[in-house]
């Protein structure tokens, strides 16, 4: 039996945009912050921004719109799931373009399911590590996810971009809802408590599963160093970044990173289903492939960020784009399934 190699893709390619990116991300924030690009106001329509803030938005919208070329560029995976596909999106756009309150609270359900979204991508990288080190799918597989939750929202519920990311409660305010426009100053007032629940719970957590973790290795468990460095360095660079946000750039930092690993994926993942899908051109194939999945979700992702939010039916298709995201990243990659 020919052993399975312990890199997704190669180990260039893994380590350039699976397992570097964290810490990379960190470097270039700390060494954009302060800088004309982080600091400088730009007025989008009518809205303000900076040169950083404009770029990690179009490059979070261009990551967004790349789950199609999984969910509807590959027939394979289109096949199972048609309905959810098609008539999904649809009814959403139609009920978000045309309720007040509807948009507002895709908007909010957006915000916090991007967080638990985050932390199951890196979830979804650690698992592959871990089948590739010679796993069964099922070993530790609970605790790695939760252990990525509490790495990625932990340091937000304990630490200084706890308010930012509950501010959009107070949308709400537009549609009279005054309940849930209180949330983020009883949040902020009780953020000590939130602090210490998360600090003692979370190293509770950690201490079960390093000892469930030595259970399995004794009971033949092969640890992933791949793993253990991707775990630990997101991990450390989600702490600091959110917990701290010393630099002023957490958004940009945790967001930058996210979007270069998911791009990476779908491209490793789609470019030969793309490739055969474009065989009509040609020896030329092979050439557009690149410029066509890169152009298109740069496009995608430069309009959405440059769009007008008063434009209500393109920016419900922006949000439909968001949660189809969010939802189907969750059950079209699966390596319990084998299709990753």
């Known amino acids: 039996m020919t052993a399975r190699s312990p890199f997704l893709v190669s180990p260039a390619y893994d380590w350039a945009f699976f397992l570097l990116p964290p810490l990379a991300a960190l470097v270039l924030g700390i060494m954009l912050s302060g800088t004309a690009l982080s600091d400088q106001p730009l007025f989008v329509n009518g809205h303000e921004t900076t040169a950083l803030g404009l770029a990690i938005g179009m490059l979070i919208h261009a990551h967004l719109v790349a789950v199609f070329f999984r969910s509807h560029g590959n027939p394979r995976v289109f096949a199972q799931y048609p309905l959810r596909f098609v008539a999904v999106p649809i009814l959403l756009w139609i009920v978000i373009a045309g309720s007040t309150w509807v948009a507002i609270t895709a908007t909010v359900v957006a915000t916090f399911w991007d967080v638990w979204h985050s932390g199951a991508q890196t979830f979804g990288f650690a698992r592959i590590y871990d089948r590739n080190a010679g796993n069964p799918p ?16 932990g340091p937000i519920l304990a630490g200084a971009t706890l308010v930012p990311h509950i501010d959009v409660l107070g949308n709400y305010e537009d549609v009279g809802a005054t309940f849930f426009t209180r949330i983020p100053a009883e949040a ?17 957590f950690i201490a079960i599963y390093v000892l469930a973790n030595v259970r399995l290795w004794r009971d033949g468990y092969r640890v992933s ?21 010393t630099w002023g750039q957490a958004f940009f930092i945790m967001n930058f990173f996210h979007g270069v ?3 990476a994926l779908v491209w490793a993942m789609e470019r030969k289903t793309l490739t055969e899908r474009l065989a009509r051109f040609g020896r030329r194939a092979a050439t557009l492939t690149p410029v066509f999945f890169f152009g298109s979700v ?24 968001s949660l189809m995201h969010f939802w189907w990243d969750g059950f079209i990659w699966s390596v319990r399934k084998r299709d990753v």
């Open 298 to 321: 740069a496009c995608y992702g430069a309009g959405a960020e440059l769009l007008d939010p008063d434009l209500t039916s393109l920016w419900a298709l922006t949000m439909v784009v």
């Open 138 to 153: 099922e070993a530790g597989r609970r605790l790695d996810y939760w252990l990525n939750q509490l790495l990625y929202a």
């Open 225 to 245: 160093p791949l793993k253990v460095y991707l775990l630990t360095t997101t991990g450390l660079c989600s702490i600091y970044t959110w917990g701290f946000n």
């Open 188 to 204: 902020e007032g009780h953020q000590r408590w939130l602090t210490w629940g998360v600090l003692g719970g979370g190293a509770a």
């Open 261 to 263: 690993q998911y791009l």
